[in-house]
């Protein structure tokens, strides 16, 4: 109810019950994070859920070597059960991102992928794309040429050098790396 999430989902073996609840500490942990989350941001927390669109899963969509991910079709933050607990804000900014690059019509996008004011073609003329504000978009401008000046992009090249595509050095990643 403090966020106005869509759902949380949990894990199989995230149990419940009088000798583990394991649950209520996974919700305790998470809305503790997310309230200080929505004041190092100063926004309301129900700002958080991003219009109710986003949901949360804990322990219940991962494996593997992930400690946590964000599923843009499905627009889900899931927390594994075991590493999970600090990487709620590098998640929460994949959703802020997928969200805005969604309300330009960006199918599955990221608005950090081009964080420019676009021109659409509208009744046969062009304008300017009013879907996100222009303030909003030279905000994400000024992150994405703040981390190409940095030494991230470098490091990050080096870090995707043992992988057949890269994944630390784009954009998304290197944005959402530098938000956590």
């Known amino acids: 109810k403090a966020f106005g999430f869509r759902g949380i989902e949990f894990g199989n073996w995230v149990k419940q019950g009088a000798s583990k609840n394991d649950r209520q500490k996974a919700i305790n942990d998470s809305y503790d994070a997310l309230m200080d989350l929505a004041d190092l941001l100063g926004i309301d927390p129900k700002a958080l859920s991003l219009d109710g669109s986003l949901a949360l899963a804990l322990g219940a969509r991962g494996s593997g070597a992930a400690s946590a991910h964000y599923e843009p079709t499905k627009v889900v933050i899931n927390l594994t059960k075991t590493r999970g607990k600090g990487s709620l804000g590098h998640e929460w900014w994949h959703a802020l991102d997928n969200y805005f690059g ?3 019509g960006e199918k599955g996008g ?10 659409i073609k509208d009744s046969g003329m062009f304008v300017k794309d009013t879907s996100v504000r222009e303030e909003l978009l030279k905000g994400y401008e000024g992150v994405v040429n703040a981390i190409k000046a940095s030494d991230l992009p470098k490091r990050s090249r080096q870090m995707d050098a043992t992988r057949s595509t890269p994944y630390w050095s784009t954009m998304v990643e290197m ?3 530098a938000f956590e």
């Open 175 to 177: 944005t959402a790396r």
């Open 110 to 119: 990221f608005v950090t992928e081009f964080p420019h004011v676009k021109t």
């Open 102 to 104: 969604k309300r330009r």
